[in-house]
């Protein structure tokens, strides 16, 4: 009862694809390899100093003359 022999995984292997479907496994391995290979990247990237620093923008201020602003008033009618 120690060990599981080589009987032992086939039998669950063939369980596992009855319950799940070959094409529900094949979307899960390759999520996972394409989860695994951007976790990668991110470790790689994450250890080194970013090159295109991005600067955040200074306040923005309107070059229009306050007088020039045009307004529309309008008047809200009650329901009836």
């Known amino acids: 009862m120690g060990s599981f022999s080589i ?3 086939l ?3 063939v369980i596992v694809v009855i319950v799940f479907g070959t094409k529900k496994l094949k979307n899960i391995g390759s999520d996972l ?3 695994v290979k951007g976790f990668k990247d ?3 990237d994450g250890g080194t100093a970013p090159e295109d620093k991005v600067e955040a923008p200074s306040q923005v201020t309107q070059s229009v003359p306050a ?3 045009t307004t529309i008033d309008v008047q809200a009618k ?3």
């Open 7 to 9: 009987w032992h995984w």
């Open 11 to 13: 039998i669950v292997l």
């Open 33 to 35: 390899g394409g989860a």
């Open 42 to 44: 991110g470790m790689k």
């Open 67 to 69: 007088a020039d602003k």
């Open 78 to 80: 009650q329901k009836s």
